[in-house]
Nanobody, 122 residues
Framework: QVQLVESGGGLVQAGGSLSLSCTVS????????MGWYRQGPGKQRGAVAL???????DYADFVTGRSNLSRDQSKNAVLLQMNTLKADDTAVYFC????????????????WGQGTQVTVSS
C-alpha cells in the first residue's frame, strides 16, 4: 500500500511564505512525476507545480516566479516553497505522485495525499 505523507501548511499572512513537504511511503517500486495540486473554495483541483523524475519542473502561471519545487529522489520526497502569498492562494493543497507498484509491469498509478489546508489572511 502506498501513502503520501504531507506536512506544512496552516495559517499564513499575506506576503508571507510557506513550505509543503510530501514523502511517498509504503510498498512500491519507483516514483515518477510528483508535485502539488490545490483546490480553492468553489474551485476545481488544479496543478500548482510538478517535477519529473529527471528534474524537469512545470509551474502553474499563478505561482511562477514566487515558488520553488524540489525533489529528493533518495527519499521519494518533494518540497514546495511558496513566497509572497496572496489570499487567492488559500486552498487545500494535495500531494500528487505517479507510483509504480508492480515489479512485473512497468505502469504507474496516480496517488494523492490527504490534503493540507493553507489559509492566507489578508
Amino acid at each position: 500500500q502506498v501513502q503520501l505523507v504531507e506536512s506544512g501548511g496552516g495559517l499564513v499572512q499575506a506576503g508571507g511564505s510557506l513550505s509543503l513537504s510530501c514523502t511517498v511511503s509504503g510498498n512500491f517500486i519507483r516514483t515518477d512525476r510528483m508535485g502539488w495540486y490545490r483546490q480553492g473554495p468553489g474551485k476545481q483541483r488544479g496543478a500548482v507545480a510538478l517535477i519529473t523524475r529527471g528534474g524537469l519542473i512545470d509551474y502553474a502561471d499563478f505561482v511562477t516566479g514566487r515558488s520553488n519545487l524540489s525533489r529528493d529522489q533518495s527519499k521519494n520526497a518533494v518540497l514546495l516553497q511558496m513566497n509572497t502569498l496572496k489570499a487567492d492562494d488559500t486552498a487545500v493543497y494535495f500531494c500528487y505522485a505517479l507510483v509504480r507498484t508492480d515489479p512485473q509491469v512497468d505502469t504507474y498509478n496516480t496517488h494523492w495525499g490527504q490534503g493540507t489546508q493553507v489559509t492566507v489572511s489578508s
